[in-house]
Nanobody
Framework: QVQLVESGGGLVQAGGSLRLSCAAS????????MGWFRQAPWKEREFVAA????????NYADGVKGRFTVSRDNAKNTVYLQMNSLKPEDTAVYYC????????????????WGQGTQVTVSS
């Protein structure tokens, strides 16, 4: 079992930055590819970014490329999502998830989910 806990969300003005963290407990995070997803009100949950077990390979949704950066520190059992140049349309609950491979995580086939952290971007 893996427990994932997100933190770092909050209220920020458009153009600002936030860094989300996803801390894992229960098993070593290096066993999993990790992903970030988000869900805005009245919308389906969507893929944001993913990172391979080693951290060498990353993948992003088109709408966040060049603005968001996913990284991980396996020694700290933590995954991060650095979000820059935030836009009001980035407002959502952000979730981290763990899965067996980057390709499966990208499509939401994951083994574990966190509880989410709210990000609100004001215009």
């Amino acid at each position: 079992q893996v427990q994932l806990v997100e933190s770092g969300g909050g209220l920020v003005q458009a153009g600002g930055s936030l860094r989300l963290s996803c801390a894992a407990s229960g098993r070593t995070l290096s066993s999993y590819a990790m992903g970030w997803f988000r869900q805005a009100p009245w919308k389906e949950r969507e893929f944001v970014a993913a990172i391979s077990r080693s951290g060498v390979i990353t993948n992003y949704a088109d709408g966040v490329k060049g603005r968001f950066t996913v990284s991980r520190d396996n020694a700290k059992n933590t995954v991060y999502l650095q979000m820059n140049s935030l836009k009001p349309e980035d407002t959502a609950v952000y979730y981290c998830a763990a899965g067996t491979s980057l390709n499966t995580v990208r499509v939401g086939k994951t083994d574990y989910w966190g509880q989410g952290t709210q990000v609100t971007v004001s215009s």
